[in-house]
């Protein structure tokens, strides 16, 4: 394992879009290590993540382009939305943060809504109303695909009009895939860098992977990724995969240079179980960046 400082001495820093925040809650997300991830990026035309999740890194930078994309429909489904309509999709989402819409009757009849409209507007503003008001911002689907995450009981859930508006001035250089990471990855092209942050790995043998989406994310996916990201670099693409620290993980991308972390984490319900996790960054650098 290294330091950053040892690793990219005299790497031009990253151009940060200043106070450009995620507008979405997000269990995993990057906020807390966008600092440490940004100072190991080099610059580039096009910033590639096909794992959206929030996109804190993307918003926290100021490459001249970005593809985002993401296997889940209903994330993408939302930014495409935002960037399409701007201020008055904001608006339209604000309708949905009222005292009267914060009860346990209405969120399940609206959460019952979302899993059944065509409406791809309504079905977009409810994700965010949903991602808001259900427990701890998380986003879980049953192996029906239907969103199952239970009302989060808020006093005053916060509406993020700030954070939209800057992400819809932001989206207007971005494209936004509901894709695959296979199909994102095979798009990337040299002078793209690429941030891999898919569902982590488990930390205990007991533990299950991820149902962010109801298809999952497992062993093959995480070995399949590695490939890639390996074969990217070889064609002169920088990558950047994020992790738990595990035997598994770090035996996975030995053939990179990884990054020891300690990341704090809060989803866990019981605050005694809220604790650092050992996390990594597996870089993959271009020959001639190494």
């Given amino acids: ?78 930014y495409q939305t935002l960037q399409a309509e701007g201020p008055d999709f904001i608006t339209y989402c604000r309708t949905f943060f009222t005292p009267e819409t914060n009860t346990q009757n209405v969120y399940y009849a609206l959460r019952e809504r979302f899993n059944t409209t065509t409406n791809s507007r309504e079905k977009a503003a409810l994700f965010v109303y949903l991602n808001r008001h259900c427990y701890n911002g998380l986003c879980r689907y049953n192996e029906s695909g239907y969103f199952n995450v239970s009302f989060g009981g808020y006093r005053q859930p916060y509406f993020p009009e700030a954070e939209m508006w800057m992400f819809w001035q932001k989206a207007q250089k971005a494209q936004f895939w509901a894709a695959d990471f296979r199909q994102v990855l095979a798009a990337a092209e040299p002078g793209d860098v690429v941030y891999c942050d898919p569902p982590y790995v488990p930390l205990t043998a007991t533990a299950s992977f991820t149902n962010y989406v109801a298809e999952g994310f497992g062993p093959d996916e995480h070995q399949a990724l590695a490939t890639w990201a390996k074969r990217l670099a070889s064609q002169g693409i920088f990558v950047i995969v994020s992790n738990h620290a595990t035997p598994w993980t770090k035996e996975l991308y030995r053939s990179a240079t990884r990054l020891a972390l300690s990341v704090p984490r809060s989803i866990s319900k019981d605050g005694t179980g809220r604790h650092a996790a050992a996390e990594l960054l597996a870089i993959f650098a271009p020959k001639d960046e190494a």
């Fill in 1 to 78: 394992m290294h330091s950053l400082l040892s690793l990219f001495p005299d790497s031009p820093p990253v151009q940060v879009h200043a106070n450009a925040k995620p507008f979405l809650k997000w269990a995993g997300g990057k906020s807390r290590l966008v600092p440490l991830i940004r100072a190991c990026l080099p610059p580039a035309r096009r910033l590639i993540e096909p794992f959206a999740g929030s996109a804190a890194l993307w918003l926290a930078t100021a490459y001249p382009a970005a593809l985002i994309a993401d296997v889940n429909d209903d994330l993408i489904r939302l």
